[in-house]
């Protein structure tokens, strides 16, 4: 499906730039735009910048809050702001439907999550003096104005803004009163701008305080790709002429009204699609990474469960046994076992169970890390848990972990003659 659109853009593109290019001179030159509140408030916004970071790094001693690529993104919006507004392009909008809409996506699409990338708000702040900041700071939190705020950016806001904003400046009547009138046209595209820089405020989070984890993002930004792919697909699946205020343009570049419209949808639909599916992708990675992360820490923390229920376990064997039961209660060692108990008390010297374990009868062996062995053959429990018998406290010596996961008890590696020799030793302190 996506090979299809693509092909049907590229060559309904090629056309267009063929017919369009036998008639450039005709009429409709592209020039720059010099509208001077444009070039001031990019001018002033530039030097704002530039006074912020020059003051961020003189009042914290050299180091600054935004780096490179927050500096870099910033001088890539402020560029594609003036593709979008000041060079030819803005020209291309006013006689070409299908110029229109790139000029719309560039500001959407492209200068917003730049600009989102940049943080500048907060370097512009910095270009202010300390008491107007003060009192920015007093009236944001005393008079209200952040909680309005908060409504305002919070993401279904933000959605509802983003989408209902771009359907409905799209619409053929409110989109021809833009094009007549000029106050309004500007209004157009402020709307355009804010409400996609909130939108991708809320894809990007550059401060890292997520408002909407990834995968709710994912979903944040599917649904607008989406709804924001409709009136793209039904400009170009239509037969009717929505926008009559290019005809004359659109005649002037050798196109219909009807081939114009199409174009257009065509741009919104597919590159605007593959921006929007990009941002999906990155989002899709990211929250399997953070499934990943949130999936480690749980099981850390059910290790660190498990070690502590073991140790309260083993704690209550140990005072369950201490008490030392009758001898006449006690498990004997079937004739069958043949651990031998000398062989034993070598093998725990050599393993250096003694430096955990206090154990009678063994030299050095005085560790105070694990419960003492004291009349372990006397002892209802191996590790809290198995019925102390010689086949179990085999299996415990053995393979501590498996028994127990993410207990204290490493694994020493025994051999099974070896786990029952030391078993058959414990087995002889009564």
């Known amino acids: 499906m996506w090979k299809l659109r693509y092909s049907a853009l590229v060559l309904w593109t090629l ?17 720059w735009n010099v509208e001077a509140w444009v070039i001031v408030s990019l001018t002033a916004a530039m030097m704002l910048y530039g006074f912020g970071l020059r003051s961020m790094r003189i009042r914290r001693g050299g180091r600054s809050i935004v780096g490179r690529v927050e500096i870099a993104t910033f001088v890539g919006g402020i560029a594609s702001l003036v593709v979008a507004l000041l060079s030819p392009l803005d020209a291309l909008g006013a ?27 907060i370097v512009f702040l910095w270009a202010l003096p300390r008491g107007t900041r003060k009192a920015l ?43 007549a009138h000029e106050p309004v046209h500007v209004v157009e595209h402020l709307c355009f701008f804010v409400s996609a820089f909130a939108f991708w405020s809320v894809v990007i ?36 002429a929505f926008y009559p205020a290019h005809a004359e343009g659109a005649t002037r570049w050798g196109l219909t009204l009807l081939e114009d419209q199409h174009l257009a949808g065509l741009i919104m639909w597919i590159p605007a699609g593959f921006v929007y599916m990009a941002a999906i992708g990155i989002l899709f990675v990211l929250w399997l990474r953070a499934s990943e992360k949130r999936a480690a820490a749980s099981l850390q923390k059910y290790a660190a469960m498990s070690s502590t229920v073991v140790l309260l376990l083993v704690v209550a064997g140990c005072e369950e046994v201490t008490g030392v039961q009758s001898p006449s209660n006690v498990t004997p060692v079937p004739a069958s076992f043949d651990g031998d108990p000398g ?31 004291t009349q372990m053959g006397r002892r209802i429990y191996v590790a809290g848990l198995l019925r102390n018998t010689p086949d179990n406290m085999v299996t415990w010596l053995r393979d501590p972990q498996v028994v127990v996961p993410g207990n204290a008890m490493p694994n020493m590696g025994l051999q099974d003659q070896q786990a029952r020799d030391i078993a058959a030793y414990l087995y002889t302190l009564q």
């Open 343 to 373: 062989r034993g008390a070598v093998v725990i010297a050599q393993t250096g169970c003694g430096s955990c374990h206090t154990i009678p009868g063994i030299t050095g062996a005085n560790g105070l890390v694990g419960p003492p062995l």
């Open 137 to 179: 700071g007093r009236l944001w939190s005393g008079g209200g104005l952040g909680g309005f705020f908060k409504i305002l950016t919070a993401p279904l806001s933000v959605w509802l803004a983003f989408c209902g904003l771009f359907a409905f400046w799209h619409l053929p009547r409110p989109y021809s009163w833009a094009l």
């Open 15 to 31: 056309a267009a730039v063929n017919s369009a290019a036998a008639h450039v001179g005709e009429g409709g030159e592209l020039h």
């Open 95 to 121: 006689e070409l439907f299908s110029g229109h809409m790139v000029q719309h996506l560039v500001l959407m699409l492209v200068a917003a999550p730049l600009f989102v990338r940049a943080r500048p708000l």
């Open 205 to 240: 989070e550059p401060s890292g305080r997520r408002r909407l984890d990834y995968g709710a993002t994912l979903l944040f930004v599917a649904t607008a790709a989406i709804l924001s792919a409709l009136p793209g697909a039904l400009m170009v699946l239509t037969s009717r």
